[in-house]
């Protein structure tokens, strides 16, 4: 029968409680041969060459890692024997001794292993470039250059100071967002690919929504409601503005491009929505106004095998008008010192005792 041993509770409570994985203080590990088992049970077998040079090659990624950017400007570094321990299960062992700095700094190594390890996503690595190509080829027919300007559709659409395509994310980019998650998983990075697109006026932000729902440029039942977030338009506020000067419209009080120049007047002086109670990314300052979504899309690409590959990949759509997005670049709400928090928080969660006073 099996019995309660007596030896510590704390990975069976951070399997039922939901804590991560990054937040577990000390493993169990007390030999080589657990040390394989343990690896056995994560997808490795260490009697495979491929999979230990698969290991090495996460162990390398998380050292330079640690020390390029978590240690950055900290007047201390990883101890040699730490960063230099090709033997996993080595530092599985270290990782299962008595709380210590030799202890601490395994546990922390491993984090990031584990980090980078969830950091790949099969479809991308795989498929990028038609990924990239057949989200984007969604939005490019629809963009128009004038003799005014740039427009989303044709000369009378909806006038925009820029439309931006987000770099791929590099690998410490993506380590970086998972490790402020308590999922820790690929599959929570939305926005490997994102556009973002950047209107001259604040109302002109909720007629691209509007645009590119009517042409069928997003499909609204692939969106993920979760990661939608809006903190530039007061929905309730346009809605009833809309509502009433469609009355004037239908009146012949007003002309349709006279609504729409009213409408952007009078959103100049609308205060900013609040942020929801519960943001997905809080990182992100309040002073930094958008409409944010995330879609899927279905993909198709040709297989090994000749036949179809499908799948749903999601991208995420920013918005912002002119002004805002000026703002985001500067300041608290700047992506410098997004990113700064961000690091911070991680710094704190992967190291723990080891910065702490």
Known sequence: MYSLDGSPWHLTHAIVS???????????????????????????????????????????HAVTFVQDTLLDGLPFDMPRDISGAQDIRQL?????QPAGDHQRWACALLRVMHTV??????????????IRQQILSRFEPHLSMQENGLFLGDRHGIPLEDFEVKPTKPL??????????????????????????ITRERFDALMVVKYLR??????????????????LVDLKWAMAEIERTDSLVELGVMTAEEQIHRLREASKKMPFPGPAEVS???????????????????????????????????YEVQ???????????????????????????????????????
């Open 18 to 60: 939901g804590e991560s994985a990054i937040d577990v203080p000390q493993l169990l590990i007390t030999s080589e041969s657990e040390a394989e088992k343990f690896l056995d049970c994560y997808g490795f077998d260490w009697a495979q060459p491929s999979h230990r040079a698969e290991l090495e090659s996460y162990r390398q």
């Open 92 to 96: 599985l062992l270290w990782a299962s």
């Open 117 to 130: 390890a969830h950091a790949h996503s099969y479809f991308n690595d795989r498929y990028s470039d038609p």
């Open 172 to 197: 410490s980019s993506v380590v970086m967002k998972l490790l402020h998650k308590a999922e820790n998983v690929a599959a929570d990075i939305f926005d490997r690919i994102g556009v973002r697109l």
């Open 214 to 231: 009517s042409e069928n440029v997003v499909m609204f039942a692939n969106i993920k409601p979760s990661r939608s977030r809006n903190t």
């Open 280 to 314: 997905y990314n809080p990182f992100s300052d309040v002073a930094y106004h958008s409409i944010q979504f995330t879609c899927r899309q279905l993909i198709r690409v040709p297989g090994p095998d000749g036949e179809e590959v499908r799948f749903f990949f999601p």
């Open 319 to 357: 918005i912002l008008d002119h002004e805002s997005y000026s703002q985001s670049r500067e300041g608290f709400a700047g992506h410098e010192m997004y990113k700064e928090r961000q690091r911070d928080a991680v710094v704190r969660r992967v190291l723990g005792p080891l910065v702490e006073p």
